[in-house]
């Protein structure tokens, strides 16, 4: 090889690790400056969509076992499904442990016996992939205790784990000779890992939430209630403006009060005939469309993410001035 060479392949050496090194030039924080939601829609435009998907079948909770309810179900007829099944812990919520007065917790609360659990979770499961249309997801909640059987049945009904998240929660039970367990498992499945409905509205959205649990004094209720934030936030992210979202286990009525909410429809059973009144007020006590909030303005704004990330905002100034 002559020097002339020798010095040329040098040179071209310098000039692609320098540009290596300018790509590598990460700035944290920067990115989030640039960032839209997926699927930016305004209220006007989910009031439309939900207008549009209207049907008499939609928003109706039947007091039956899911079982029986989710066969005479059309198929491919879901868009979303959130689940948060018995927990297998002979569980009625009105422990003394869990710290509340047992008189706001209504009867009628059915446990599904341990040696049971991994049958019975198989069976509801089995049900979900002819209801789920193409791009349908569904998010099961679970405890730790009943995780294994869960996660059996899925794999058993071919679906597939997207995500397994975490619901990070205050007001853990005490216990004297462990951990308090403070968290809930979330598995966020489909039927087909490369085509499912998501809308990316947020720009770093991590796998751990924490949203707190909130308690009303003197508030009748199921044995357990999920927060509307948490059921809201699933809702956001997995479906679409008037889509149709079931929940097998309604308890409460919390996933059918956060789609009517969020411009979605719902349907659901719940096995507890007498949790009918406490579902039915908490729908009429919140508006169609009430708690939608255009993703656009999720997102933080220009002014907050100075504050968070001071040397981003420089570098975006600076790319926006030429």
Known sequence: MTIENKDSKIQSQLKENKLKKKKRNYIPGLA???????????????????????????????????????????????????????????????????????????DGYIEIEQSEYCEFSKAWISELPRLMKKRSSAVIFSGWTNLLDILLAIKDSKLEIINHLIWFYQFGVFTKKKFVTSHYHLLWIAKDLNN????????????????????????????TKLPIKLVSRCIHFLSKPGDLVLDPFMGNGTTAISAKGNFRHFTGFEINKSMESIINHGLLEVETGELFTPYSEIHPNIEKLKKKYPKAYKEYLKKESL
């Open 32 to 106: 989030a400056f640039y960032f839209h939601p997926t699927h930016p829609w305004t209220r006007e435009q989910a009031e439309n969509m939900y207008l549009e998907n209207l049907s008499e079948d939609y928003n109706k909770i039947i007091y039956e076992d899911c079982m029986k309810g989710m066969k005479r179900l059309p198929s491919k007829s879901i868009d979303l499904i959130i689940a948060d099944p018995p927990f297998g812990l002979e569980f009625t919520g009105k422990e003394s442990i869990y710290n509340r007065d047992k008189n706001f917790v209504l």
């Open 196 to 223: 499912y409905f998501f809308n990316k509205i947020e720009h770093y959205p991590l796998d751990i939430w924490k949203i707190p649990r909130k308690y009303k004094r003197g508030e009748k209720k199921n044995g």
